[in-house]
C-alpha cells in the first residue's frame, strides 16, 4: 500500500520569503507524485506532477519540486512567495497501473504574513 | 470549455436519510472519480468509473455506491446517512482509466452536512 506524510500541518511564512512544504510517502512499487493547491471553499488544483526523467519539476505559479528517491521524499519550493499562495497544499500519489486512484496527505496550511 | 461540474453546492439531510451527488466530466473525459475530503484532512478516494464500469472502490461501506452514465456524467449515492458522512464530496474526471499523463481535474465539490 501506498501512504504520504506530510511533516508540518501549518507553515507560517512573511511575503517574498522562501518557503519549503515537506513530503514523504511509501511505497513498494513505482508511483507518481503530485502537489495538489486547495482555496478556501474550492477544489483541487494540480500544482505539478513528477512522472519520470528529471527529478526537478516546474510547476504552475512559480512552484517546483524534487524528486528523492532515495529518501522517499517530493519536498515543494518556492523561492518568493505571495498573499496569494496562501491555500491548503496537498502531497499525493497514485500506483502506474492504477494512477486514478490518487493518495493524499493530510495537507500544510500555507499562510503567508504581510 | 467548462470544467468538471457538481451539484448541489452544499446539501443538509438528517442522520439516516439518503444523498445522491451528480457530477459532469470535462467533454471527452469518459473516467470519473469521486473522493471524500473530511473537515482537517486530506481527500480520501471512493470509486473510479471508466466507460460506465467500475474500476476501483475505496475502503467504503456498502452503504457508498456509484454509477456512471452513457454521457459518462455520474452520481455518488450514500444511504443511511451518518454524522461521519459531513464532508467536502470531490469528483475528478481524466480522459483515462490509468496512467499518470491523463491528469485528473477536480470539480469544486459538494458540501454535505449530515444532522
Known amino acids: 500500500a501506498q501512504s504520504v506524510t506530510q511533516l508540518d500541518s501549518q507553515v507560517p511564512v512573511f511575503e517574498e520569503a522562501p518557503v519549503e512544504l515537506r513530503c514523504n510517502y511509501s511505497?513498494?512499487?513505482?508511483?507518481?507524485l503530485f502537489w495538489y493547491v486547495q482555496y478556501p471553499n474550492q477544489g483541487l488544483q494540480l500544482l505539478l506532477k513528477?512522472?519520470?526523467?528529471?527529478?526537478l519539476v516546474k510547476g504552475i505559479n512559480g512552484f517546483e519540486a524534487e524528486f528523492n528517491k532515495s529518501q522517499t521524499s517530493f519536498h515543494l519550493r518556492k523561492p518568493s512567495v505571495h498573499i496569494s499562495d496562501t491555500a491548503e497544499y496537498f502531497c499525493?500519489?497514485?500506483?502506474?497501473?492504477?494512477?486514478?486512484?490518487?493518495?493524499f496527505g493530510s495537507g500544510t496550511r500555507l499562510s503567508i504574513r504581510p | 470549455d467548462a470544467g468538471v461540474t457538481q451539484s448541489p453546492t452544499h446539501l443538509i439531510k438528517t442522520r439516516g436519510q439518503q444523498v445522491t451527488l451528480r457530477c459532469s466530466p470535462i467533454?471527452?473525459?469518459?473516467?470519473v472519480s469521486w473522493y471524500q475530503q473530511v473537515l482537517g484532512q486530506g481527500p480520501q478516494f471512493i470509486f473510479q468509473?471508466?466507460?460506465?464500469?467500475?474500476?476501483g472502490r475505496g475502503n467504503f461501506p456498502d452503504r457508498f455506491s456509484a454509477r456512471q452514465f452513457p454521457n459518462y456524467s455520474s452520481e455518488l449515492n450514500v444511504n443511511a446517512l451518518l454524522l461521519g458522512d459531513s464532508a467536502l464530496y470531490l469528483c475528478?474526471?481524466?480522459?483515462?482509466?490509468?496512467?499518470?499523463?491523463?491528469?485528473?481535474?477536480f470539480g469544486p465539490g459538494t458540501r454535505l452536512t449530515v444532522t
Open positions: 475528478a474526471s481524466s480522459l483515462a482509466s490509468s496512467g499518470g499523463s491523463y491528469e485528473q481535474y
Open positions: 467533454s471527452g473525459h469518459k473516467s
Open positions: 513528477y512522472l519520470s526523467g528529471s527529478t
Open positions: 511505497s513498494s512499487v513505482s508511483v507518481y
Open positions: 468509473y471508466y466507460e460506465k464500469e467500475e474500476r
Open positions: 499525493a500519489v497514485s500506483r502506474y497501473s492504477s494512477a486514478s486512484k490518487i493518495i
